[in-house]
């Protein structure tokens, strides 16, 4: 068996390899990618984001020990961006989910690119590809952060879950111009935590507002949960069939999704490769060490450097 | 006068629109970028990031006051990269700031690009270059987000300075990970809500854990604020000035901060530029919506359409 062949047999050895591949961004990664895609869109997509400290761990926990007691198996990833520098700190938050670590059903993996052109989109994606090529059922993706890289993970999967503790007052407000309009279904977490109530209000008065962003008739419910004691998983777990069943009543909303899948996958991409193939070569050529010394030196000034590196490596109006 | 010359001489109305081209990635702004870039670096420019929240924009606010105060220009970019869909939602903030709308001295301006290609980081480099040109003598570059942009953009500035809130739990926690460590100077604001001793005590003891972080000889402080009632103002703006002072102290540091400022700004130019002149292209020629539809029918994978696009858009070898 080849590698992508191993993968679709659901080996998690080579899994687990791919993903650390793909995140490292070795170049032989890409072909096990290639040749895997045709197994892939099996999975559901389950994003669940919201600010830190949210307990999105333990509901993610939660959550997939009632999948499995269903019979359905699970692939779990734990998405951060914001931590350029250490990337250790999102482990601890791991150490909860040991207790499926013995499952093979269940597979679990930080994401944590880092360097100056990020690709933790892209990373991700492809990790999701991995995990629905090796036969999971359900793959669900935990943000650890809030920025646009987050955004941008979670509106490519299939539900996105927004995760609110009570009483975050300005924290509502400032989430409120981003994130939380693109959840499929909110969650306030800690609910017997002083305060639920005007949350609930606070998140209830902003879908009404926002009405007619719903335009494919999904109008997102609100849940209350405690997750360290879990109560209202369940709730979770069955609007997430009903947003599931939503997305495919409909021929249109279907083709529309496929369509805006693919438009998100290779935009990603092409923004991927290019930029990593044109700084593989002026960083290896010496170009780029030999430009910044004229920048510092004052020859030259950034934006003629950029039009002149940028136009010998592109080739114009072949189209 | 051309544009450039216009900007250079402090022309408010010519900076205002140079910055709206440069969110709206409008192609003459590179040009006047160019022609202003030898009058830049000689602004101070200063960073304020943290949680949501945390009264960053009423501390912004008391800063401009003081610095007016001692007779500086001062130009504020207030950035938001976490807002995908609805603009508005940071403009409320913004209104605060209107007692300074008067003062001819005072630029405001907010930055949020969006888009698939983000490009917020370059575009609000590209916006502190035309505030440093137009004369201004401090630049305060205020997020509202707290993801990878912009910890890419706080990076990028001369001082950096965390705003906390007491009782924040949780979030120090996941904060801690990612943009405390960039920190050059801390500032808890709220200083009179409970917890406020918990969190200076916490941030104190990263602060000591990380001390080999500190190479360059700079170890941050920790300031107690009450910004709405101007308290602990002064302050900050005392330590930005030993920071400043600090930082123009050795040779060393200086050429190692202009390298650094010269890679940024070329790795985002380059990236910035490429993504955008490949995708103008491949919209423009049909290609991108002709691979989509291949995609969506199942006739080719992502992978190798990617591949294709960027091989035919790449020289290759040609270093």
């Given at each position: 068996?080849?590698?992508?062949?191993?993968?679709?047999?659901?080996?998690?050895?080579?899994?687990?390899?791919?993903?650390?591949?793909?995140?490292?961004?070795?170049?032989?990664?890409?072909?096990?990618?290639?040749?895997?895609?045709?197994?892939?869109?099996?999975?559901?997509?389950?994003?669940?984001?919201?600010?830190?400290?949210?307990?999105?761990?333990?509901?993610?926990?939660?959550?997939?020990?009632?999948?499995?007691?269903?019979?359905?198996?699970?692939?779990?990833?734990?998405?951060?961006?914001?931590?350029?520098?250490?990337?250790?700190?999102?482990?601890?938050?791991?150490?909860?989910?040991?207790?499926?670590?013995?499952?093979?059903?269940?597979?679990?993996?930080?994401?944590?690119?880092?360097?100056?052109?990020?690709?933790?989109?892209?990373?991700?994606?492809?990790?999701?590809?991995?995990?629905?090529?090796?036969?999971?059922?359900?793959?669900?993706?935990?943000?650890?952060?809030?920025?646009?890289?987050?955004?941008?993970?979670?509106?490519?999967?299939?539900?996105?879950?927004?995760?609110?503790?009570?009483?975050?007052?300005?924290?509502?407000?400032?989430?409120?111009?981003?994130?939380?309009?693109?959840?499929?279904?909110?969650?306030?977490?800690?609910?017997?935590?002083?305060?639920?109530?005007?949350?609930?209000?606070?998140?209830?008065?902003?879908?009404e507002m926002n009405e007619k962003r719903y335009k494919d008739g999904w109008k997102?419910?609100?849940?209350?949960?405690?997750?360290?004691?879990?109560?209202?998983?369940?709730?979770?777990?069955?609007?997430?069939?009903?947003?599931?069943?939503?997305?495919?009543?409909?021929?249109?909303?279907?083709?529309?999704?496929?369509?805006?899948?693919?438009?998100?996958?290779?935009?990603?991409?092409?923004?991927?490769?290019?930029?990593?193939?044109?700084?593989?070569?002026?960083?290896?050529?010496?170009?780029?060490?030999?430009?910044?010394?004229?920048?510092?030196?004052?020859e030259i000034d950034p934006y003629t450097a950029c039009d002149t590196i940028v136009?010998?490596?592109?080739?114009?109006?072949?189209?």
């Amino acid at each position: 068996m080849n590698i992508a062949e191993k993968i679709i047999s659901g080996n998690i050895r080579s899994v687990a390899r791919l993903i650390r591949e793909i995140d490292d961004n070795v170049p032989g990664a890409r072909e096990v990618l290639r040749d895997i895609y045709p197994s892939t869109g099996k999975a559901y997509v389950v994003g669940i984001t919201g600010s830190p400290g949210g307990g999105k761990s333990t509901l993610v926990d939660q959550m997939v020990t009632h999948l499995r007691a269903a019979g359905k198996t699970v692939g779990v990833l734990a998405v951060d961006s914001t931590s350029p520098f250490s990337g250790g700190a999102i482990l601890g938050d791991r150490v909860r989910m040991q207790r499926h670590s013995m499952d093979e059903g269940v597979f679990i993996r930080s994401m944590a690119t880092r360097g100056s052109f990020g690709g933790i989109t892209q990373s991700t994606r492809s990790a999701i590809d991995v995990l629905d090529a090796m036969g999971k059922d359900y793959i669900i993706v935990e943000t650890v952060g809030v920025g646009q890289d987050e955004i941008d993970i979670v509106q490519s999967v299939d539900t996105t879950i927004i995760v609110l503790v009570p009483g975050m007052g300005d924290n509502v407000q400032a989430l409120k111009a981003g994130i939380l309009e693109i959840g499929n279904i909110f969650v306030i977490n800690k609910a017997d935590r002083e305060g639920a109530d005007k949350t609930v209000n606070d998140i209830q008065s902003m879908i009404e507002m926002n009405e007619k962003r719903y335009k494919d008739g999904w109008k997102p419910p609100i849940l209350s949960t405690q997750a360290i004691s879990d109560k209202g998983i369940i709730e979770i777990l069955d609007e997430i069939d009903k947003h599931r069943k939503h997305l495919q009543s409909s021929a249109q909303i279907q083709s529309m999704r496929k369509y805006e899948k693919a438009r998100n996958d290779l935009s990603e991409m092409i923004k991927d490769k290019i930029i990593h193939d044109v700084y593989d070569e002026i960083t290896e050529s010496g170009e780029l060490e030999a430009t910044l010394q004229s920048i510092v030196k004052g020859e030259i000034d950034p934006y003629t450097a950029c039009d002149t590196i940028v136009s010998k490596k592109l080739k114009k109006g072949t189209t």
